[in-house]
């Protein structure tokens, strides 16, 4: 009696297992955003300069008030972008999760142009032992 119902509590959990596995792997949001478009927003910012202006980026596609700006030119790199930004003259910003910035005109067709590295290179790791580490401050 008591093996049968350790088998019905361990089957219960493993079904319970898989359906949280299958479920919380295969849900994903359906609805559109407030301008319609479809998608999950990975970097978004508010700029106050001249108006209200408020940016987002969904897949590689950068979107100024709901338009979606260099005419629709994708973002260049693989990373995740985490930053956007709307300067003077229209002037369009990104930075990517390693630190690359792009900059591109939202009023021109220009591609995005790269504009640099805001945290700079790999950091040197120079591996030495302790012994070595004990001579440096004798």
């Given at each position: 009696?008591?093996?049968?119902?350790?088998?019905y509590?361990?089957?219960?959990v493993?079904l319970?297992?898989?359906?949280?596995?299958?479920?919380?792997?295969?849900?994903?949001?359906q609805?559109?955003?407030?301008s319609?478009?479809?998608?999950?927003?990975s970097a978004?910012?508010l700029?106050?300069n001249?108006?209200?202006?408020?940016?987002?980026?969904?897949?590689?596609?950068?979107?100024?008030?709901?338009?979606?700006?260099?005419?629709g030119?994708?973002?260049?790199?693989t990373?995740?972008?985490?930053?956007?930004?709307?300067?003077?003259?229209?002037?369009?910003?990104?930075?990517l999760?390693?630190?690359?910035?792009?900059?591109?005109?939202?009023d021109?067709?220009?591609?995005?142009?790269?504009?640099?590295?805001?945290?700079?290179g790999?950091t040197?790791?120079?591996?030495?032992?302790?012994?070595?580490?004990?001579?440096?401050?004798?």
């Amino acid at each position: 009696m008591f093996l049968k119902r350790l088998f019905y509590a361990s089957a219960t959990v493993l079904l319970l297992t898989i359906a949280y596995h299958l479920g919380a792997s295969t849900a994903t949001a359906q609805a559109p955003t407030p301008s319609g478009l479809a998608g999950t927003i990975s970097a978004a910012g508010l700029f106050f300069n001249n108006g209200q202006s408020a940016t987002a980026v969904i897949g590689r596609t950068f979107y100024l008030n709901g338009s979606p700006l260099p005419n629709g030119a994708t973002i260049p790199g693989t990373d995740p972008v985490i930053a956007t930004g709307f300067g003077a003259n229209w002037r369009l910003m990104v930075m990517l999760a390693n630190g690359d910035t792009y900059i591109a005109d939202g009023d021109a067709s220009g591609p995005w142009t790269y504009a640099g590295n805001a945290v700079g290179g790999a950091t040197a790791a120079h591996m030495q032992s302790f012994g070595a580490l004990k001579a440096k401050y004798r």
